[in-house]
């Protein structure tokens, strides 16, 4: 089953049919979350009024951060296991989306901090610490590709270190709750919590699943550009060869 | 298969870190150095400097493992080294470990044993405490060490590999520093950290050869 998806020929085939479909579908689902979000449901004094609007498109980062680390780590592991050449493919693709939604989340995270807790940055704070060291997992692997002088180079040394990071995670996402969990002001813990009114969760949810499709869509293009980069190398290659 | 390979690798690490002309003092003198602007940065106030000082020991020690490990790997790279222990069948991982071990006995050990004199510096009270936090910075450099000799050789063949393996090994320095952190502030919800970060430190002996392994094979290529 795997080796049908490894197939670049099915990929691109596959791909120009989703890709625009994904495209279409979060574009969709992305705009009627915002609509809702900013419009339709209410304001929740508790956590700052109109501010809390920024929800629609913070949590959806957040999830896609880690999803993205997560598909980031498996793609290189089967690179790195079957060698399969679409897998390191998707891997370089994920990684400059995974890090923008990174740091979308910190972003927003920030600004939705400002006025609720009155501060743009809070060490105390497990989430934040998590998805910035999240951050430098993503930026160090996009270095470590971009420093190496081949493309096979690059896809060992990546994977390498997309495992070693993926078997940390938990390690460090432990630690970072252990040290938080000292100096925990009362007020931030109550910033999202599972009682979420059915009015706030549907929009996030389909502003979620929009966010997903349009990663999702991106990386196909992505892959496809950089499928397409290595055929013309390759032709560049056998032309000069003569 | 013989240790021999294995020998030789952790004596050439350890004369290479020896070599040089100053040898263990090199790293010393860059820890006095960066302990020493602390003070001249943030002012001498008896208070700060005891609350900022154990973590200033441990970012000097994570700082001097990062510059010392820049070119451990770099080096058997471009002169050989590499090829013929691959050629020897000796297991990867083990020369890694072996080569990063020397290090760290010549350039964080060290450090580790010249921090009650640091803490000392920083208003400390002179304490059995402090030859306890020498063994935390002991355990806590061994991590910084093998998952910065990771970053090392995954960047063996990258010249001006030392920024890379910064960035690359400060995600994998968390734990350890937070443990450590955790483990000598001894406040609440640190009664496990001393043991956390033995754990760490282990869990990084344990898998960051193995890393290093299949690095030095690309490198090799």
Partial sequence: ?242 | MSAAPILAAFRQAFAEAWAGGAGALLPLGFLGGAAVLVPLGIGSDTQTLKAVGPGIIWVALALSSLVTLERIFQADAEDGTLDLWLQTGAPMAAIAAAKTLAHWLAAGLPLALASPLLALMFQAQASMDLLIHLGFYTLGGLAFFFWGGVGAALSATVRRGGLLISIIALPLYVPTAIFGALAMTGGIGSDGAPMLLAASTLFACAVAPYAMAAALRLAAD
């Fill in chain 1, 1 to 242: 089953m795997w080796s049908a998806f490894a197939n670049p020929h099915k990929f691109l085939k596959f791909s120009a049919v989703a890709a625009p479909l994904f495209y279409g579908a979060g574009a969709l689902c992305i705009l009627w979350g915002l609509w809702q979000g900013l419009w339709i449901v209410p304001k929740d004094e508790y956590q700052g009024g109109d501010i809390m609007r920024v929800m629609f498109i913070h949590v959806p980062a957040a999830w896609l951060s880690m999803a993205s680390y997560s598909a980031l780590a498996v793609a290189s592991f089967v690179w790195f296991i079957w060698r399969h050449e679409l897998a390191d493919i998707a891997a370089k693709a994920i990684a400059p989306l995974g890090a923008v939604w990174t740091a979308l989340c910190l972003a927003t995270g920030s600004i939705w901090g400002k006025p609720t807790w009155g501060t743009w940055w809070q060490w105390d704070d497990a989430r934040m610490m998590s998805v910035l060291f999240l951050l430098f997992l993503f930026l160090g692997y996009m270095a470590l590709r971009a420093s190496m002088d081949s493309r096979q180079k690059a896809a060992r040394a990546g994977a390498i270190l997309a495992m070693v990071g993926a078997i940390n995670v938990p390690l460090i996402k432990f630690s970072v709750d252990l040290f938080t969990s000292l100096h925990q002001p009362a007020s931030v813990i109550t910033a999202d919590g599972p009682k979420m009114a059915a009015v706030y969760l549907t929009p996030l949810l389909v502003s979620g699943l929009g966010h997903g499709l349009l990663f999702g869509g991106l990386v196909m293009t992505h892959m496809r550009t950089e499928i397409r980069q290595r055929r013309i190398a390759r032709l560049t290659a056998s032309a000069l060869e003569g």
